[in-house]
């Protein structure tokens, strides 16, 4: 498709686009453009984007009518950009815009929270909770998970039930996280309009003057920001280890047979494993994880293996938060999982009999992913339930 559309045909594309619902099936290279793009810092530090001098267009059908400047700059150890889908290209603008979002807390049905409320830096980006509190002070089941890298994730949440981050972003906005359920088309169009926001939408997104905001361009913004968050250059990339950190990682490498799923540069596979952890399977009430999914039995009580990067902050542990320090889940992890009655965990996870000199071994050698950026925080992000940065 060409880019250069006339002013009448940007109204059209955009209604079309609103019909098809983002598709997501198509992810593309980011691609690299003349335009000059101003590069933005949405952290301190990890995944800067650079304009880049090459001429190239990037994927065109986003109802977007700017060229878009977008390359990645990775950090040592992330070998691979972050999947990008042809419906939502980057560009500096849109990261900014999707920064902007991310922080704001009227995107939560009470001005509770901001997505960063349970993504926080001095939380590893997490929460600190055992299991979340969304807005409205609603209990939620699980653990938040790190914010980092996941744009290298294909499937998002412990279950993998969001195929891409787009469709997350949906998910926490209408879900408990930020609870807007029912309303959430008349916040987007609200948001909008706002006069901080309203000429950004229409530039990013080509959108009408009259047009709406709609969920669909603040999750597409949203993720946009979210592929940026690239978690590298820790001391494990540039192997400036300790020697306990260097023991640690031939036990991970080797006897812990930890790669086996932790594995690539994010430290996941990327697929479901049953580990029993946080699993009382008699218990009819427990969370099914991937099984209510896939509804393959075999994957009954199975979660996504998650990033390790970053793990050294971010307890308490688990999808369920039910461990609370970081050796008690490497010993768990590390002595074959919690087999029970009726429950049989991944034949990938054995007891590898490591002594406990060598699990705290393997948890200098977690300390070596620490991610040394930070999200750059936009206004008060104190939240109720979650424990401040101290002092
Ligand atoms: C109330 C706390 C809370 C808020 C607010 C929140 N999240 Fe999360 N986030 C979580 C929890 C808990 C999970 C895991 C849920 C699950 O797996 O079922 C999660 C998972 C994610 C994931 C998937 C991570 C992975 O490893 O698969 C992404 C991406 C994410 N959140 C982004 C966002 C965005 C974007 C917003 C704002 C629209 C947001 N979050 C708001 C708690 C929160
Ligand atoms: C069979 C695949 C597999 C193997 C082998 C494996 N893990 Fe895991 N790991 C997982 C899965 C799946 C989870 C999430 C389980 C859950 O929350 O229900 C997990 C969770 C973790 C967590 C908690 C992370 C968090 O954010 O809550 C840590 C820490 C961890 N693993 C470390 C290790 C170490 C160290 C080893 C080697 C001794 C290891 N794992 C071996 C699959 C595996």
């Given at each position: ?249 031939a036990l991970?490498?080797g006897k812990g047979g ?94 590898r009999k490591l002594?406990?000199?060598e ?33």
């Open positions: 498709m060409k880019r250069t559309l006339s002013v009448g045909l940007v109204g059209l594309l955009s209604v079309a686009l609103a019909c098809d619902g983002g598709s997501d099936s198509k992810p593309s290279k980011p691609a690299k453009s003349s335009a000059k793009g101003k590069a933005p810092s949405p952290t301190k530090g990890e995944g800067k984007p650079e304009a880049d001098s090459k001429a190239a267009q990037a994927p065109a059908d986003a109802g977007e009518t700017k060229a878009v400047a977008w390359t990645w700059t990775l950090p040592g150890g992330i070998t691979k950009a972050p999947e990008v889908p042809a419906d939502n290209p980057m560009s500096a603008e849109k990261v900014a815009l999707g920064h902007a979002l991310f922080m704001d807390k009227r995107l939560s049905a009470d001005g509770s929270r901001s997505c960063y409320s349970c993504h926080q830096n001095h939380l590893g980006n997490a929460d600190g909770r055992k299991t979340a509190m969304g807005a409205k002070e609603k209990a939620l089941t699980r653990n938040s998970p790190t914010i980092w890298n996941v744009g290298l994730h294909k499937e998002l949440y412990w279950d993998g039930r969001a195929p891409s981050l787009e469709k997350q972003a949906i998910g926490a906005l209408g879900g408990g996280n930020m609870g807007l359920g029912d309303t959430l088309a008349a916040k987007a169009a609200e948001i909008g309009a706002l006069p901080e926001y309203k000429a950004k939408f229409t530039a990013v997104f080509g959108l009408a003057a009259d047009a709406k905001v709609e969920p669909d361009h603040i999750a597409k913004a949203l993720s946009a920001y979210e592929r940026t968050l690239l978690c590298g250059d820790t001391a494990y990339d540039k192997q400036e280890l300790t020697d306990a950190q260097k023991r640690g990682q991970f490498m930890c790669m086996t799923c932790h594995n690539g540069d994010n430290f996941s596979d990327g697929i479901y494993h049953v580990t029993g952890i946080g699993i009382d399977a008699s218990d009819e009430g427990a969370d099914p994880g991937r099984f209510k999914v896939s509804q393959d039995e075999k994957q009954k009580f199975a979660f996504k293996t998650p990033t390790l990067r970053n793990v050294s902050k971010t307890g308490p542990y688990f999808h369920d938060g039910s461990v609370a320090s970081l050796e008690e889940a490497v010993t768990l992890m590390s002595g074959g999982g919690k087999p029970q009655d009726g429950l049989t965990v991944d034949p990938l996870l054995l007891d002594s406990e000199a699990v705290e071994d393997v948890v200098a050698f977690l300390g070596s992913l620490e991610c040394p950026g930070a999200l750059e925080e936009i206004g008060d992000q104190t939240a109720n339930g979650i424990a401040p940065p101290k002092g």
